[in-house]
């Protein structure tokens, strides 16, 4: 729920509050068109890609594997864990001059309930052009979080200072 001093936004025709967003979160197989670039180059394109939805957190999308140009995922030591979604590895993306380290993660071996998200790729728009259906991505607030923020979703969003305790 809530703090009294966070206003929640009221959704418009065709938006989503984060706030009605469950908790744990739940996964959202999605039909919009997905596309992911480094610079000029085409990282990733798909209409198959899931949605996690998390109360307070703009949605987070995990391309299927076929749909990524594997050749610009390069493994990184880099570890996290999710207490909803289990392990997670992290990759750099690009070639040459032109990495970009720790900007993608997967998690090769989910929790039962998020099994479907196995070797997908889901990508922060903090260093990458990101787009929804033509719409530019803008990216959650913090370093840690990878949300994707659209005009279809509405906050406020958790990831701006002040808003861990949420």
Not at 51 to 59: D, F, G, I, N, V
Not at 146 to 154: K, L
Request: hydrophobic share 35%.
């Amino acid at each position: 729920m809530l703090r009294p001093s966070i206003e929640r936004e009221t959704p418009g025709p065709n938006q989503e509050s984060v706030w009605d967003y469950p908790r744990p979160p739940a996964l959202d197989l999605s039909k919009e068109h997905v596309v992911v670039r480094l610079g000029d180059v085409v990282v990733a394109d798909t209409r198959r890609a899931f949605r996690t939805l998390e109360t307070s957190h703009p949605p987070t999308y995990y391309l299927p594997p076929e749909d990524i140009d594997s050749s610009l995922l390069h493994p990184s030591d880099r570890s996290s864990f999710c207490e909803w979604k289990g392990s997670a590895s992290y990759f750099h993306v690009g070639s040459g001059e032109a990495m970009l380290r720790d900007v993608a993660w997967s998690y090769p071996r989910p929790v039962k309930a998020f099994a479907s998200l196995a070797a997908h790729v889901a990508f922060y728009p903090h260093d990458l052009d990101c787009t929804v259906d033509g719409e530019v991505v803008t990216p959650q607030q913090g370093g840690f979080y990878g949300g994707w923020i659209t005009s279809r979703v509405v906050g406020p969003f958790k990831g701006a200072p002040g808003t861990w305790g949420w």
